[in-house]
């Protein structure tokens, strides 16, 4: 049972996404990559241990971990509020750190998602990585509510 260091939580994993990229990690072909490694982020689940200094999370709050599982909060990316795209430090789950395909994970603070109460579990996880790409891509458009869009791609991200 791993436990949470300084600014990070112990997540109980209630479900975990399967994503195309987590072949990189099975694979090996993710730079500097090392091994052993739990592969997964599209994880959903229970707070259920937190680490020294973490402020806003508590035990039994419902979370989320996507392809965003940490970042430095001071490089140019992250200083534009850009996290995903950091330089110095950016955390993949399953790649930078053991991921979801465990019954416990240990994730940094400034990664989690809160999930509502009435989202599932399986449902929440694969919005963590292919959910939020699609979500992200509609946001940006310009699209607006009631607006008709296309969606190529179905059996991936698409779905
Ligand atoms: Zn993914
Ligand atoms: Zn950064």
Known sequence: MPEPAAGSVRIKVEACGIC?????TK???WPGIQY???PGHEIAGVIDAVGAGVAGWKDGQRVGV???????GYCDSCRRGDFVTCQVAAQIPG???????????????????LIPEGLSAVEAGPLMCAGVTTFNSLRNS?????DLV????????GH
């Not at 195309?20 to 990189?24: A, E, K, P």
């Not at 310009?142 to 009631?146: E, L, P, V």
């Not at 296309?150 to 991200?157: C, D, N």
């Open 20 to 24: 195309y990229s987590d072949s990189v």
């Open 27 to 29: 694979e090996g072909t």
């Open 36 to 38: 052993p490694r739990v």
């Open 66 to 72: 996507g392809w965003h599982g940490g970042h430095c």
């Open 95 to 113: 790649i930078a750190y053991d991921g979801g395909y465990a019954e416990y994970m240990i994730a940094p603070a400034g990664a989690l998602a």
């Open 142 to 146: 310009g699209a607006r509510a009631g």
């Open 150 to 157: 296309a969606i190529l791609g179905v059996g991936g991200i």
